[in-house]
């Protein structure tokens, strides 16, 4: 978990990634030596808090003082949509990538953060269990009411917009809120999901209170559990969709929606 390729040396063919350790300060002084910048996208989504603090608080902490010793020219970093000051209590991971945003921001290198919402892709992420759910159980389970909105988007724009932030001079020092071009209830997309996978079965909501009962037994449960309590919380805390269109406007990216992201996955 804590190895990842993760520090970046990009040059004007193309990058070459770098293996380090989160954990470690030295080897992130070896990760950072000779780049220009730095792209960030180290996270943990479940684990102790101090778990948290250790690799995505202090890590990061870590690699800006490396970055700032290697005199880094940029830095890119990857948080979470939902991330605020009034959401870094909810759970340890909003509070783990609200203090990186911090980090970051008081550096003194120039910097662009990203907040994206759901990012779909076909191999990767949360959609494939999605899509697994969808076609193997006989009825589709939603959480709660299945009202709040998300803002799917697809991973490659996600990796166009940290491309292009690498040399963009309007991106310098803000940060930017990513979402598709569709804002959906979580009831839209499991239907959107099954219309693309051709399956006919009904959905039924499930109340808060039981999946919180199940989600306290699969979390502690090895390898990467889909459901947890916090996920859970941050679930609650409302719709998970940009509040304006500075990434669309500042990069003029396009953006794939939200049916052809299904139909690419199925």
């Known amino acids: 978990m804590h190895n990842a390729k993760r520090a970046s040396k990009l040059g004007a063919l193309g990058f070459e990634l770098v293996d380090g350790d989160m954990t470690s300060p030295e080897s992130l002084r070896r990760?950072?030596?000779?780049?220009?910048?730095?792209?960030?996208?180290?996270?943990?989504?479940?684990?102790?808090?101090?778990?948290?603090?250790?690799?995505?608080?202090?890590?990061?902490?870590?690699?800006?003082?490396?970055?700032?010793?290697?005199?880094?020219?940029?830095?890119?970093?990857?948080?979470?949509?939902?991330?605020?000051?009034?959401?870094?209590?909810?759970?340890?991971?909003?509070?783990?990538?609200?203090?990186?945003e911090q980090t970051v921001a008081g550096s003194g290198i120039e910097h662009v953060t990203f907040r994206p919402s759901f990012v779909f892709g076909a191999d990767g992420g949360i959609l494939p269990t999605f899509k697994r759910i969808a076609k193997l159980t006989p009825v589709t389970p939603i959480t709660g009411?299945?009202?709040q909105r998300i803002q799917p988007i697809w991973v490659?724009?996600?990796?166009?917009?940290?491309?292009?932030?690498?040399?963009?001079?309007?991106?310098?020092?803000?940060?930017f809120e990513l979402g598709g071009p569709d804002l959906v209830t979580w009831?839209?997309?499991?239907?959107?999901?099954?219309?693309?996978?051709?399956?006919?079965?009904?959905?039924?909501?499930?109340p808060m209170?039981?999946?919180?009962?199940?989600?306290?037994?699969?979390?502690?449960?090895?390898?990467?559990?889909?459901?947890?309590?916090?996920?859970?919380?941050?679930?609650?805390?409302?719709?998970?969709?940009?509040?304006?269109?500075?990434a669309v406007d500042t990069f003029g990216i396009p953006l794939v929606p939200l049916d052809e992201q299904l139909r690419r996955a199925a």
């Open 31 to 100: 990760a950072v030596e000779g780049c220009d910048t730095i792209i960030h996208l180290v996270a943990i989504r479940q684990g102790p808090r101090e778990q948290f603090r250790r690799i995505m608080e202090q890590g990061t902490r870590d690699l800006v003082d490396a970055a700032k010793a290697a005199g880094v020219r940029r830095f890119v970093l990857m948080s979470a949509l939902g991330t605020s000051a009034e959401t870094k209590d909810v759970v340890p991971y909003y509070h783990a990538k609200w203090d990186m």
């Open 145 to 147: 009411r299945g009202t």
């Open 156 to 175: 490659d724009d996600v990796a166009a917009y940290f491309s292009a932030a690498v040399d963009q001079p309007e991106a310098a020092n803000r940060v």
């Open 187 to 206: 009831n839209e997309l499991w239907e959107r999901l099954k219309r693309a996978l051709g399956v006919r079965r009904p959905s039924v909501h499930v």
């Open 209 to 246: 209170a039981f999946m919180r009962a199940n989600a306290l037994l699969t979390e502690r449960l090895p390898g990467n559990i889909p459901l947890t309590r916090d996920l859970l919380k941050m679930l609650e805390a409302g719709d998970n969709v940009a509040s304006n269109g500075d």
